[in-house]
Nanobody, 122 residues
């Protein structure tokens, strides 16, 4: 059973930075893509970023391109989301997710963490 545990959320200032971490225990192969999905208050889930397990190719939703970076530490089974130049509209619960199929829609992800709150003050 894949388990994903996020950490690193909290309060950030507009223009500032936060880093999220996700420990992906029980993933013993590079056959999973790992991603971040967020849900802002009153809105649907939104794909944020992903990294392919085998190729390392990354993908981002347009609103975060150039500001967010997803990267991983394979040895420690951790995936990170570095969030720079934070904006008020980045406020959301951020979920780490794993997918065999990969992709940039939330529905393609099979396993989910519990989520971590990110609040950006303007």
């Amino acid at each position: 059973q894949v388990q994903l545990v996020e950490s690193g959320g909290g309060l950030g200032q507009a223009g500032g930075s936060l880093r999220l971490s996700c420990v992906a225990s029980e993933i013993t192969c590079r056959c999973y893509s790992l991603g971040w999905v967020r849900r802002a208050p009153g809105k649907d889930r939104e794909f944020v970023a992903s990294i392919n397990g085998s190729s390392g190719i990354t993908d981002y939703t347009d609103p975060v391109k150039g500001r967010f970076t997803i990267f991983r530490d394979n040895a420690k089974k951790i995936v990170f989301l570095q969030m720079n130049s934070l904006k008020f509209e980045d406020t959301a619960v951020y979920y780490c997710a794993a997918s065999r199929a990969g992709g940039n829609t939330p529905g393609r992800y099979d396993y989910w963490g519990q989520g971590t709150q990110v609040t950006v003050s303007s």
